[in-house]
């Protein structure tokens, strides 16, 4: 069985450690990420999309490089995956698209004339878990319309706000013609098993060149090690509700972030 490392990165911070209105806890720096693409390429692996993997073959070493939030810093790193020959994909709300901060349609229509792939981050970001049934259909179907009708190009991935998922949202968006979703919980993607729960690591800004080199090898410990915290973080979730653990989590990382903001 197929197994591949997915990547979930946020903004790129500039050449002056900046990335306004994002959080720079989510944020790695350019050169971070070049030394990424780097490490990727000399492992013998292709800088991939999941749309791509999952339109054509999913043979042969492959890294999936996807982008939440729609940054405006993620021009750069997309600039440097199309010189690297590769591609990924961006998760957008087309709500943001335009705002400050943010990428807009014109940018993501270059983009996607590069090869990138656009898909769905929700239309407004909020998070799937508090939502009605009702309110999950309109997001999952007002951002896949948005995107394509400004793009014209097809959406076939979801990725949740936050990582927040229930049950309902898998049969709402294949019910609305998507083929996918990516998820934010760590471990590697076993291609033929489902795309309906797609893992990912967070890159973070404290992510170690070593780290990152065990996650593209797949390295057994080191998969199990981010897996167990991860499945332990998804508890607290559980336990404490949306609020409480951004509450929790602002006050660990120091971060000024309001709550709802959290990638
Ligand atoms: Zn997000």
């Keep these: 069985m197929t197994k591949l490392t997915v990547l979930m990165y946020h903004a790129i911070t500039d050449s002056g450690g900046e990335c306004s209105g994002a959080d720079p806890h989510y944020a790695v720096t350019r050169s971070t990420f070049r030394t990424h693409l780097a490490l990727v390429r000399d492992s013998g692996f292709l800088v991939s999309s999941v749309a791509g993997i999952l339109a054509s073959d999913v ?40 705002q400050r901060n943010y990428l807009d349609w014109q940018a993501l229509g270059d983009l996607a004339d590069q090869g990138i792939s656009i898909q769905s981050h929700g ?12 309110e999950i259909e309109q997001e999952l179907h007002v951002s896949k319309a948005q995107i394509e009708g400004k793009l014209a190009r097809p959406v076939t ?27 934010s919980r760590a471990g590697l993607w076993r291609v033929e098993a489902s795309a309906w729960q797609i893992p990912r690591f967070a890159v973070l800004s404290s992510t170690g060149e070593g780290q990152f080199h065990r996650w593209i090898d797949q390295d057994n410990w ?42």
Excluded: W
């Excluded at 509700?241 to 972030?257: D, M, P, T, V």
């Design 59 to 98: 043979e042969g070493g492959k890294v999936a490089f996807t982008f939440d939030d729609g940054h405006e810093s993620n021009a750069a790193a997309a600039a440097d995956i199309v010189e690297h020959g590769g591609s990924a994909d961006f998760f957008v709300n087309p709500a943001t698209v335009g």
């Design 123 to 134: 239309d407004t970001h909020r998070y799937f878990d508090s939502l009605s049934e009702a």
């Design 157 to 183: 991935l979801f990725a949740p706000p936050g990582g927040r998922m229930n049950v309902a949202v898998a049969t709402i968006a294949k019910r609305l013609g998507y083929h996918g979703i990516c998820s």
């Design 222 to 263: 080191e998969i199990s090690r981010v897996m167990v915290r991860d499945r332990m973080l998804a508890g607290a979730k559980y336990l404490l509700g949306n609020r409480r653990y951004e509450q929790l989590r602002a006050r660990i990382l120091g971060s000024s972030h309001e709550v709802g903001t959290t990638p």
